[in-house]
């Protein structure tokens, strides 16, 4: 099918799959029933499932893309890297890049639960209009996970319109105790999204260099091609 845009009819893909006419007529009505194909004026072309097919292969490339990206700045800057969307109401931790040596935050707490206590959750509702931070929320309300946590719906608000825009967003210990963290907004089509880094405690000195090199290397690859993850 792949080789006839326009659509072929039965006769034709028989004799170039090399089938008897009766096992293609056969293949077929399967086919159609199951929405890979469809007929239109004696022709078959693809139907609805075979084009979920593609989407769901060039989902895949992208993923694969962003995880190999990930992968070199990990081992570029040494640190863990994530990457997370805000999708439908929700934040989605979407790659994350680590080794034994550098290893992610434990998600002890779910990440889409608590977006007030850690650096990528802060840095994606910052990107939101009100009436969408809002609503998160009032889904998700603001608790101290630790006792540097932020405390309150109205301190975390204050804090969200104290940032400076295209800024790091830092957090220390505010998720996870021993830890420091930093995210930075990235373009991702239509999407709030951003990249974020975590080292130890005893390591904060390494955070900002950090992260100033992850921005760097971002901006470089949003130079050489589109990096799109609006998945």
Known sequence: ???????????QLAREA??????????????THEGYLR?????FLFGTAAERLVDEGSLQNRRSRMTESLSRWRDTIGVPVYCAVYREGEIELIAVADNPTTPAVDEWASFRETGHAHAIGQCLLSQLDEKAREDHLDRHPVRPLTRYS?????????RLRSLERMEPVIERQEYALGT????I???AGFNAAAMAI???????DRLLPAVEQLRDEVASLLRSFVFSISI
């Open 198 to 204: 975590s080292v130890p405690l005893e390591q904060e």
């Open 180 to 183: 420091v963290c930093a995210a």
């Open 18 to 31: 090399g089938l008897p006419l009766p096992t293609a007529y056969h293949l077929l009505r399967t086919l």
């Open 1 to 11: 099918m792949g080789a006839h845009r326009d659509g072929a009819p039965a006769k």
């Open 39 to 43: 007929r239109e004026n004696g022709v």
């Open 150 to 158: 932020v405390r309150d719906r109205s301190a975390f608000l204050e």
């Open 185 to 187: 907004p990235i373009t």
